[in-house]
């Protein structure tokens, strides 16, 4: 029998640099948040170290001197990994590699790594890997390289070592060929979607861990993974949602947010955030438990507008309002947030309201109509056909009676076309 020694986890210190841009409160948060996205990428917080300094410094970004005590700290602790709050440009990785002699990771090259060891689908590793590779091209330097191979473990996950080890030239190769492949899984997707545009579609977004999950299987009494975990979603998934007989609306469930979401990786989930793109109805989760979370809306509304989607109309879920410790801020809430609702996804609390706004957005995107058509007019008949839902249809001597169901901007469009035909008078 072989006995299974379990890894040990790899210990790191984390490091962020508060330039007065954050109150010494939200750093610690930020460091809290990225102690969790640690957790998540599977190593052990062992110290959390904040650095004031008026502007980050060019060689060594925390400073000289802040730097190699940290080194001692490394040596003294058995330390293998050290994580910065912030982006480091290659000359200070270079120089704090050179220090530590530890592998040095910032946010972007972490979440990149979560997202690799999450993606399952063809779609999503596609997607990780071309942020990997783009996220690394200016980072590829003989330190960097060296180090990965010595060390291992996290923030070497995804191209393999093969490919760091490969020049520029081969990189850029790649990412032209995973460009093309994202291009053709776009296209089967274009052809997958285009009969969704008789329902209306509503994406769940929101800050990472929010609960979109949660509330995506209970609103659709689906199986979706939901944990206690950041990134648990990669992919998107929709599923349909009735609200009232014959009403029914579509749902989607995607991933999450985070501030300092590397840019690449937002490019590169193109085509996993279309269901964005593509939403007639924003539902923005929110965990009101979190102290933080109004951090955490502007974070996700400032995605939002990345992807030009922050004018749509948006509802926002406030969850988790069992967990919440300090009542006082449901007030703060009902009196700041007109457009929102407080429920529990988990425990089932105020769901039947939020369904009910749902179905009040519904009947305002979907208008039921009467009209009769001359016989002499049937060709608008087949045009009423392609751009609604047909009802009833009931044949009288002179007319035929139908009975539609559409979209207001397609209404607008039939019946300007029922005016152009003279089967209604202008008004
Ligand atoms: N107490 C409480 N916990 C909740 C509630 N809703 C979700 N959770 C928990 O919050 C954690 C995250 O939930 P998910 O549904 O996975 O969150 P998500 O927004 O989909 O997260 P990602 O996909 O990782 O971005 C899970 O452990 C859930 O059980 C709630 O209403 N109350
Ligand atoms: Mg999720």
Request: no cysteine.
């Amino acid at each position: 029998m072989i006995e299974l020694k379990p890894i040990p986890k790899e210990r790191a210190i984390l490091i962020a640099l508060s330039t007065g841009e954050f109150t010494k409160g939200q750093i610690e948060e930020h460091l809290d948040e990225l102690e969790l996205l640690t957790d998540t990428a599977g190593a052990e917080t062992v110290f959390k170290v904040l650095q004031e300094k008026s502007k980050p410094d060019p060689a060594y970004f925390i400073g000289k001197g802040k730097a190699e005590e940290i080194a001692q700290l490394i040596e003294l602790n058995n330390i293998q990994l050290v994580i910065f709050d912030d982006d480091l440009n290659p000359t200070q990785v270079r120089n704090l590699e050179k220090l530590f002699e530890r592998k040095i990771l910032d946010r972007s090259g972490l979440i990149l790594d979560i997202f690799a060891s999450h993606a399952k689908t063809r779609e999503a590793k596609t997607q990780i890997e071309l942020a990997q590779l783009q996220y690394l091209l200016p980072r590829l330097t003989r330190a960097w390289t060296h180090l990965s191979k010595q060390y291992g473990g996290i923030g070497t996950k995804g191209p393999g070592e093969t490919q760091i080890e490969t020049d520029r030239r081969i990189i850029r190769a790649r990412i032209s060929k995973l460009k093309e492949n994202l291009k053709k899984i776009e296209s089967q997707q274009l052809t997958k979607s285009s009969g969704r545009k008789d329902f209306i579609t509503a994406t769940l977004v929101g800050y990472t861990n929010a609960g979109k999950s949660t509330l995506m299987n209970r609103l659709t009494n689906s199986d979706l993974l939901a944990e206690d975990k950041l990134f648990a979603t990669l992919d998107s998934t929709t599923r349909a949602l009735t609200l009232a007989k014959g009403k029914n609306i579509l749902v989607s469930d995607t991933v999450g947010f985070i501030r300092k979401l590397p840019h690449h990786l937002v490019a590169s989930f193109k085509s996993t955030l279309n269901v964005v793109k593509d939403a007639d109805i924003i539902l923005h989760v929110i965990d009101i438990s979190n102290e933080y979370f109004e951090e955490h809306i502007k974070v996700v509304d400032d995605t939002l507008e990345e992807l030009n989607s922050q004018k749509k109309t948006q509802i926002k879920i406030f969850n988790k309002v069992d967990n919440l410790k300090d009542k006082s801020k449901i007030d703060f809430v009902t009196q700041n947030f007109p457009e929102s609702i407080i429920i529990s996804a988990e425990r089932g609390i105020n769901i039947n309201n939020l369904k009910n706004i749902l179905l009040n957005l519904y009947e305002k995107y979907f208008v039921e109509e009467e009209i009769f058509i001359p016989h002499e007019k049937s060709k608008v008949i087949s045009m009423i056909h392609e751009l609604s839902d047909v009802i009833q249809i009931k044949y009288h001597d002179e007319t035929t009676q139908i009975k539609y169901r559409t979209s207001a901007v397609n209404n607008n469009l039939i019946k300007k076309i029922l005016i152009e035909e003279k089967v209604l008078e202008q008004k």
